[in-house]
């Protein structure tokens, strides 16, 4: 019987969970001495690597001293929690990295909570010890606070302390750089002597969980999970226990394992492996594949509840159909219920002939799925990201969350006075060489379109996170709208040069001349709380007089960029986001302006 180790990586965003995954690969002699293999091999979609963020989990394995390791790469975004809680079900230990510098942060603590509860096993790992600022101690006494405040028991309060540099590949147990040496092994052994083997009975009948899904054109639905008990082979007919209670049988007709960063296939797996298995094409997380006749489910999985939901919805602009190839309603159902295969966190409802409802866990989780769509082609509309609100004993509740900022101490009273008119409420602060960290809990609706203030505020030196805490009552009405207007172009055509001189003591222009605008299309932010309708596509009135002056040019003041999730954060409800695999617009759900204006008088 082959002597296994199960363990998950978890971190904040940017500790360097998936670079210290990279060297454990490199040294472990995984791959071949001839094998190319790129920088954070683990993020292997276009916008992890762009991004640097790890978005889905993803399962390696290495052989070391004659044990196997599986490793989970967990993403760090509160908005994927629902991953690494499901991941805590499938290992028996954790490495968790904590940046040599940073600190914990709040995604370090919201991790470390669902690793707690699920009693595994920790091991902490400071990473980026080289740093010139790297502070160990403290670092160290900021994780154990954590562990006690997270209420961790006695054994997982004895955790053992690794000191690595996963950017040089080096590593040792002393808090001297000096003692860092260019090898891994004192991570694997760690791993090899404090992780227990999975708890999983050899013996007896069939008991297998996917925890996680994915899903591939050849065999549809792939579940991943821990064989909890007994073997599995391919071919073989097994029942799986439903969530609803219900058995359904079927054939296993492919199986897979993973070594390095291959997954590849094998015909049978026994307690304690973590394999992929396809054959049932609705498989769900938290269902029990059993032996026929012997049906005995698990206990069910949690999977974390939507908080945010918005409209996707066909393109209705006068430039449908220019930059993008699928365009119908249809098309883009198909693409929403293909991602709902693999993404349990992701719900869809139609909304009319033309839309839909998604509902997913945050921000990024939605604007990730918008930009995989943009990029296979697609175009497609879609409104500001709204909270789910519920109804709980009669009162209406919306999602809060716990906010973590550090800012430099000159722009503490502006941030302060952003939150108070957001409803945030101040847990804690605490001020450390002029750099203040704040601690709040607000509604997440006061978070939508507030980073992109935030950002203006601190002049780009604040950082903010946030991670979901419950549902509570409702805060204030006003929270979440953009308090100015905007400039909304009132012709078809191209803009110049000329015109957008003229406009630019309203406000701050979204667009450069000779770019393409249509009647209703939102092209700058006016300095007043009112929209302002312009025309930006005048050109000068030519006369054979020559005016003294006439010959300067105009230098035009640089345009505001707009990202996606700029433009999600800053639409207010009665605007959307046109979205073509070349641009991103925004632009005001009724474009005619005249008839805007009707009916923004009536509303008032």
Do not use: W
Not at 394 to 418: L, N, R, T
Not at 507 to 530: L, W
């Amino acid at each position: 019987m082959k002597d296994i180790r199960n363990i998950a990586i978890i971190a904040h965003v940017d500790h360097g969970k998936t670079t210290l995954v990279d060297q454990l690969l490199r040294q472990s002699g995984t791959f071949r001495d001839n094998e190319t293999v790129d920088e954070r091999v683990m993020d292997s979609n276009d916008i992890e690597k762009e991004r640097g963020i790890t978005i889905l989990a993803k399962t390696t394995a290495i052989d070391y001293k004659g044990t196997r390791i599986n490793i989970l790469d967990t993403p760090g975004h509160a908005d994927f929690g629902g991953e690494v809680e499901r991941i805590m079900n499938m290992v028996d230990g954790v490495l968790l990295v904590v940046d040599a510098y940073e600190g914990t942060m709040p995604q370090t603590r919201f991790v470390l909570k669902k690793a707690l509860e699920a009693g595994v096993t920790p091991i902490v790992v400071v990473n980026k010890i080289d740093k010139p600022t790297a502070r160990p101690a403290q670092v160290i006494d900021e994780v154990l606070d954590l562990f006690i405040e997270l209420g961790a028991d006695e054994d997982q309060l004895e955790f053992p302390v690794v000191y690595a540099s996963a950017l040089n590949g080096t590593s040792s147990l002393e808090q001297d750089l000096s003692t860092q040496k260019e090898t891994m092994d004192p991570i694997f052994d760690m791993i090899i002597k404090n992780i227990p083997a999975p708890k999983v009975e050899k013996e007896g009948s069939l008991q297998f969980q996917p925890a996680l899904l994915d899903y591939n054109d050849f065999v549809g639905r792939i579940g991943i999970g821990v064989v909890k008990r007994g073997t599995i082979k391919v071919n073989e007919m097994v029942s799986c226990v439903r969530i609803d209670g219900s058995i359904k049988q079927f054939r296993i007709q492919k199986m897979f394992g993973y070594i390095g960063l291959k997954r590849i296939e094998i015909n049978e797996a026994q307690a304690g492996d973590i394999i992929a298995i396809a054959g049932l094409p609705d498989i769900s997380v938290g269902e029990t594949v059993c032996e026929i006749g012997k049906e005995d489910p698990l206990p069910l999985l949690r999977i974390d509840e939507p908080t945010l939901q918005m409209t996707f919805g066909v393109n209705t602009s006068p430039f449908v159909g220019r930059e993008g190839k699928i365009l119908t309603a249809r098309k883009i159902e198909e693409r929403l219920i293909k991602e709902t295969e693999k993404d349990v966190s992701l719900k869809i409802e139609p909304n009319d002939s033309e839309s839909f409802i998604v509902s997913g866990r945050g921000e990024l989780h939605l604007s990730i799925l918008i930009e995989n769509m943009r990029r296979e082609g697609f175009e497609l509309q879609v409104s500001k990201p709204e909270v789910i609100i519920k109804e709980i004993d009669g009162v209406k509740c919306e999602p809060f969350e716990d906010v973590q900022i550090d800012v430099p101490e000159e722009y503490v009273g502006s941030v302060i006075e952003a939150l108070g008119n957001r409803e945030g409420i101040m847990e804690n602060m605490v001020t450390e060489e002029n750099q203040v960290r704040l601690t709040y809990t607000m509604p997440s609706r006061g978070l939508i379109g507030f980073s992109t203030e935030f950002m203006t505020m601190t002049k780009g030196y604040g950082m903010i996170n946030h991670t979901y805490k419950e549902y509570r009552k409702m805060a204030g009405n006003s929270v979440g709208e953009r308090k100015l207007g905007v400039l909304v172009s009132m012709e078809n055509g191209q803009s110049t040069a000329y015109a957008i001189g003229q406009l630019e003591d309203r406000g701050v222009m979204f667009i450069e001349p000779g770019t393409e605008v249509y009647e209703g299309m939102i092209v700058g932010e006016h300095s007043h709380n009112n929209d302002l309708a312009v025309n930006v596509v005048r050109g000068k009135k030519l006369t054979n007089t020559r005016a003294a002056g006439s010959d300067h040019t105009v230098v035009l003041k640089r345009p505001r960029k707009m990202s996606l999730e700029y433009c999600l954060d800053y639409i207010n409800r009665d605007e959307l986001v046109e979205v073509t695999p070349v641009n991103f617009r925004m632009r005001k759900r009724i474009l005619n302006t005249n008839e805007r204006k009707k009916y923004d008088s009536r509303k008032a």
